[in-house]
Nanobody, 115 residues
Framework: QVQLVESGGGLVQAGGSLRLSCAAS????????MGWYRQAPGNERELVAL???????IYADSAKGRFTISRDNAKNTVYLQLSSLKPEDTAVYFC?????????WGQGTQVAVSS
């Protein structure tokens, strides 16, 4: 079984930056797509960004131009650089990974942006 552990969340002022990390460990057969989702209080979980095994990124409209996703396959780690943060970015950010036909989720890391 794959375990995903996020880190890097915190409290920042509007316009600030954070870098989130997610390391995958356990019974990893073949990690394909990795990425990030987020969930704000009272809202459903939404896609932020995905990155394929070929390093092709996909971004939600809310993330384009401000967030950057990257990965280090040797370390089984995916990153999300958050820049120009807005209060509406406040949410719990969840790491996601696809291992063959299996889907895995991290426990989440809190990002809070003050106005």
């Amino acid at each position: 079984q794959v375990q995903l552990v996020e880190s890097g969340g915190g409290l920042v002022q509007a316009g600030g930056s954070l870098r989130l990390s997610c390391a995958a460990s356990g019974s990893i057969f073949n990690i394909n797509t990795m990425g990030w989702y987020r969930q704000a209080p009272g809202n459903e979980r939404e896609l932020v960004a995905l990155i394929t095994s070929g390093d092709t990124p996909i971004y939600a409209d809310s993330a384009k131009g401000r967030f950057t996703i990257s990965r280090d396959n040797a370390k089984n780690t995916v990153y999300l650089q958050l820049s120009s943060l807005k209060p509406e970015d406040t949410a719990v950010y969840f790491c996601y990974a696809l291992d063959r036909n299996r889907h895995f989720w991290g426990q989440g890391t809190q990002v809070a942006v003050s106005s």
